[in-house]
């Protein structure tokens, strides 16, 4: 029984844990794929987004556009050796979105903020 208990308080202290690394943004950026995942690019300053999509988005219909989102950043959990092979490095921080809009239809150099 204390095992059980000890299990279980160390799952919620995890799960705090994770929680107080969480933040509510906003940002705009370019969808791109790498590795299979969607990733936002964004320049100013230079970051990128591992994305999440929640409800009904469809992060295909934004491919290569400029977006605008809103949702939720957390630390990322892409471990996968060959994720890192394929693109470098895998990103530091997942954006769970709660909302997308695209800003325009094409992504450039200097569109990525």
């Known amino acids: 029984m204390r095992q059980v208990c000890f299990a279980l308080a160390l799952l919620l202290s995890a799960s705090f844990a994770g929680a107080k690394d969480s933040k509510q943004v906003t940002m ?49 959990m892409a471990t996968s050796s060959d994720a890192i092979t394929k693109a470098g490095a895998p990103s530091p921080v997942t954006l769970t979105i709660s909302s997308i809009k695209t800003v325009s239809n094409e992504c450039t150099v200097n569109s990525v903020r």
């Open 28 to 76: 705009q950026g370019c969808v791109s794929k790498a590795s299979g995942d969607y990733t936002l690019m964004k320049q100013d300053p230079a970051m990128t987004y591992e994305l999440q999509a929640t409800g009904k988005i469809k992060l295909s219909h934004y491919l290569g556009q400029r977006v605008e989102v809103t949702g939720t950043t957390s630390p990322s």
